[in-house]
């Protein structure tokens, strides 16, 4: 840690190379980067295609590089199940191409990655507090989606430059994107009802730009503290947003029907960065602060 006085990455002007442009969380750093004055380029290169990262690099001379790139699948993770050579290419080839270019031009890769790689267990039972720790070893593999991002995890752990963030479940302000998981649940026709860690990106978005300033590197949880159920989200949701909203439950047995791979759920442990920004927001009373009250104030009369 200990950032400069002047702001800068050792001695080099902030200046970020992002890749991951017409995605959703690619779009919001660079709405975040607009807003803070600091100077960043998209990548135009494929991230599996190692010479035209080499090329983005050569013109731009970042100081630090961000990578929101990344193939999740449309509607879903279940494409990957049918398509795993080209989750591959992307998320495993791909990915580690770009931490390989960083670690040899000397820059810190910022490395968007998913926490989806646990499922409670007999030591992380649901409902204990008990979250997974950054050091403890993936046990969720029922995705081909997350085999091979816990596959990759495990690698980039020796590229000392990488700064590895597990995001969960992102949600955002924005209610009508179909991408955030307030938008799936109040879409879905049924839904479970499972506590989990997730990702308030109003909240964390800020908080991985100030992460490259202070060149922290290393694998850290990427979630709010503490856990929230879909239940507790759509009482929110009726709450703030629309009184007359209702909605169905069903099982993990029932909802293991109307989908290809099995989803993770599960608590990650934040104390590592709630170390780091003490002044992390609770899963709960972010979703209130950045996304219901900001939601109610629209819906007023
Ligand atoms: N959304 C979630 O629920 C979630 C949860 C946890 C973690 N994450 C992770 O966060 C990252 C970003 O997620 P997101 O939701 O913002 O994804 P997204 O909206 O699907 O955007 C993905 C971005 O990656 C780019 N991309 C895909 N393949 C590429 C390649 N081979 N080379 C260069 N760019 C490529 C896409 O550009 P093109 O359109 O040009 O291909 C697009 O800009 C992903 O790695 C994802 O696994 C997401």
Redesign the pocket.
Known sequence: MGLPANGCAGDKQLKFLI?????????LLGKLCEAQSIPFVY?S?????RSSLEADIAAVNPSHVF??????G?PNVDWCESHKVETI???VV??LTLADVCREKGLILIN?????IFEYDSIHTLGSGVGFKEEDTPNFIGSY?SKT?AMVEDLLRNYENVCTLR????ISSDLSNP?N?ITKITRYEKVVDIPNSM?ILDELLPISIEMAKRNLTGIWNFTNPGVVSHNEILEMYRDYVDPSFTWKNFTLEEQAKVIVAPRSNNELDASKLKKEFPQLLSIKDSLVKYVFQPNAKLAAP
Not at 19 to 27: D, S
């Open positions: 890749y991951g442009r017409t995605g959703w969380i690619g779009g990548g290169g494929r991230l599996e295609n990578n929101a790139a990344g193939v999740t449309r290419r992307t998320n791909g990915t968007y990655a998913t926490g989806c989606y991002k995001v969960r479940m992102p991408r998981f990702t």
